[in-house]
């Protein structure tokens, strides 16, 4: 699925409709408060981004998607009229895969598409599967099983285990969890992680042992019970 933010209905229909055309599955967005419910429910593959949005302008928005672990890596091109070099550039240093400038060729974008596809599907054939005793955890195919079994989680509950799991044997705070999958770092007293680790101890069966409490700091993933 590739997402485009975009602001202007004409750009974004045509964008959309080209896609399509080439058998790619798209979805629009207009603004940032419909954009991010939709990234939190399902990643998308590629992020087609303008950078003069209403509510949050682009840049902000890249390099929050770069700031978080399940979002780091996801590929962004960059749509819009800022054509200076400074501009460029400063797209670029947030962590654009690619830049294009308003107006655009429909096939030369369709081009940089498949690009940019083409290198994130290479990076991601190179990442194996995180296996931490008899658990497999597969960021590409968002799948989590134990001894072989799958076990279903929600998007949430995935961002959370991913991130404990990917920092395995290190005790992380509650605010840098609560930031990092609720965007709530200044709420240390929210009790939206503890439910959230009650509810994947039980999922995950005997492997919730895993997750260890670490008193006056947050949580730890361990390797072995």
Request: hydrophobic share 40%.
């Amino acid at each position: 699925m590739i997402y485009i933010l975009e602001d202007d209905d004409t750009i974004r229909k045509l964008v959309i409709y080209a896609l399509k055309s080439q058998a790619y599955e798209a979805q629009g967005f207009s603004c940032p408060s419909a954009f991010w419910p939709a990234v939190e429910a399902s990643l998308p593959s590629l992020i087609l981004l303008d950078l003069m949005l209403p509510e949050e302008d682009g840049i902000s928005i890249l390099n929050r998607l770069r700031s978080h672990q399940l979002t780091c890596h996801i590929p962004v091109i960059i749509l819009t009229a800022k054509s200076s070099e400074l501009d460029r550039v400063e797209g670029l240093d947030a962590g654009a895969d690619d830049y294009v400038i308003k107006p655009f060729s429909i096939l030369e974008l369709l081009a940089r598409v498949r690009a940019v596809l083409r290198r994130s599907e290479q990076g991601s054939q190179e990442e194996k599967d995180l296996r931490i005793g008899d658990m497999i955890i597969s960021v590409q195919r968002h799948e989590v099983s134990v001894d072989g079994r799958l076990v279903a989680l929600t998007q949430k509950e995935f961002s959370l285990l991913y991130l404990l799991a990917s920092h395995e044997g290190s005790a992380m705070r509650r605010s840098e969890l609560l930031d990092q999958v609720w965007q709530l770092g200044n709420e240390p007293e929210n009790r939206t992680l503890d439910v959230h680790i009650r509810t994947l101890r039980q999922k995950l069966g005997k492997a919730g042992d895993y997750i260890e409490t670490v008193r006056g700091i947050g949580y730890r993933f361990k390797a072995s019970l």
